[in-house]
């Protein structure tokens, strides 16, 4: 993986930059010490290297089994249970599987909103195929997949009765005391456990992701020898210069100081957009607190160009860019020459969509560098396991380190409590009544 961070020098110097790699040291001590904010939740740094081999081949065996019963298979889960996995999966998987019958099991997520339409749609569809899911909740107790876990094992046991509806049912929960890991228990479902001492959005490379993305055909081991492959590099070197998480962290960081408070992540082909939802639920959680951090937006070019390209071009400020590159397309696909020209495309004859897309990329980071907005480029050879496993670890390794110049806690949530709180209450949760008097009051 490549950082390139020349077209950020325009907004902020060399100088700049340099004056974050005495902290970046120190916090990477604290990082591989445990002495930072936040040291009970250090569990993915070693994730890469410690995965058990039996839990490996239990998500083969568990793989192995339910690919040939089922269609489709739902993963039930949200946020940090399941934006990693899908991520993975969306890069990789064909653009039309939905559409491919071999294609098999069609790959389908639940539990990630509370839309009685999708939930209904997904329950009718499900009801003419062969299905399964794994339901993924580290707490067991979060709203949304527990409610479309129960719906969804309920459509379950009534095709295939109880017994049957156990065989197709896959829990990832806490090791102990979780309502979902008590359920497991009594229903005798395959399960794996998420670790203690890691938190939902760093969770990706535990069978949280892994599952998921064994499910749907991707090869897990070059996923997490990418990760340990970046873990080594990463966790060895402590300059900005020999250190892309020290390099990455010191320019989002620079930037942020000059006023630049919204990151743009931009991917050239619309295969990332979970990728991004995934790097946007990293970030935005782990740095957005005490009323500071970078908001974390996403594009898809070139659509977008078509759309908030004007306001990224001329609209506020406040913005900087960081862009995706992938060096190699997974397939390539040539311009023909046309003898007759009268579409005037054949300027375009001899290249590749990949090098159209190349250019788009290029002439897009200069008009908006040009534009005052500074742009970070990340480059990868090509979209495969192995170097989505790299950049994964990038992402947390730098998030680590950039929450840590921010001097927050890049491992805890607790704005997400509000939300809860007050729906709990509105709902008449038992436990809740405090706060349902005090939401009468306000109305
Ligand atoms: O990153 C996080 O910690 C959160 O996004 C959680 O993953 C999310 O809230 C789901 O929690 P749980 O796995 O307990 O259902």
């Known amino acids: 993986m490549q950082i390139n961070v020349s077209q950020v020098l325009n907004k902020v110097s060399r100088e700049d930059l340099q004056r974050f790699e005495g902290p970046l040291k120190e916090f990477q ?3 591989h010490s445990g002495t930072g904010a936040g040291s009970d939740f250090l569990g993915w740094l070693d994730v890469p290297v410690g995965m058990d081999t039996g839990e490996l081949a239990a998500i083969r065996d568990d ?19 399941y934006l990693g996995g899908r991520a993975v999966i969306e890069v990789l998987k064909h653009n039309f599987s939905h559409m491919l019958p071999e294609e098999k099991p069609h790959i389908v997520y639940a539990g990630h909103n509370l839309s009685s339409g999708y939930l209904h749609d997904l329950m009718e569809m499900v009801s003419h195929k062969d299905f399964a899911l794994v339901v993924i909740s580290k707490s067991g107790t979060t709203t949304e997949p527990a409610l479309a876990f129960s719906l969804l094992r309920g459509e379950l046991e009534k095709k295939y009765g109880q017994h049957g509806a156990r065989k197709r049912i896959v829990a990832i929960t806490d090791k102990e005391g979780g309502a979902l890991r008590k359920l497991t228990r009594e229903q005798g479902y395959s399960s794996y456990v998420v670790p203690d001492d890691v938190g939902g959005r760093y969770s990706v490379l535990t069978a949280v992701g892994l599952f998921p993305v064994a499910m749907a055909g991707k090869d897990i081991h070059q996923l997490l020898k990418g990760a340990k492959d970046m873990r080594e590099r990463l966790m060895n070197n402590n300059t900005l210069d020999n250190n892309e998480a020290f390099m990455y962290a010191a320019a989002r960081n620079a930037l942020y100081q000059k006023g630049k408070t919204t990151e743009i992540m931009a991917c050239y082909d619309p295969m990332w957009h979970y990728f991004a939802e995934w790097w946007k639920q990293l970030f935005g959680e782990s740095e957005g607190k005490e009323h500071k951090g970078i908001f974390p937006a996403a594009v898809s070019f070139t659509t977008d160009l078509h759309s908030l390209g004007q306001y990224i071009q001329e ?13 190699k397309a997974r397939h390539v696909v040539n311009v023909p020459e046309d003898d007759q020209n009268l579409d005037k495309l054949n300027y375009l004859t001899g290249l590749s969509v990949n090098e159209i897309n190349h250019r788009a990329e290029t002439g897009t980071i200069m008009a908006h560098v040009d534009g005052g907005v500074p742009v970070i480029q990340l480059g990868i050879p090509q979209a495969d ?6 950049l994964i670890f990038f992402f947390q390794y730098a998030c680590a380190l950039s929450g840590y110049l921010l001097k927050v806690n890049p491992f805890d949530q607790p704005g997400v409590e509000a939300y809860k709180n007050n729906m709990f209450a509105l709902l008449g949760k038992p436990g809740y009544e405090k706060e349902t008097e005090k939401l009468k009051k306000r109305h």
């Open 385 to 390: 396991e192995y170097n989505l496993g790299k």
């Open 315 to 327: 609209g506020e400020r406040n913005l900087f860019e960081t862009v995706i590159h992938v060096e």
């Open 29 to 31: 001590q604290q990082l």
């Open 63 to 81: 793989m192995e089994r339910l690919v040939p019963m089922v269609d489709v298979f739902i993963v039930v889960g949200i946020g940090g249970s």
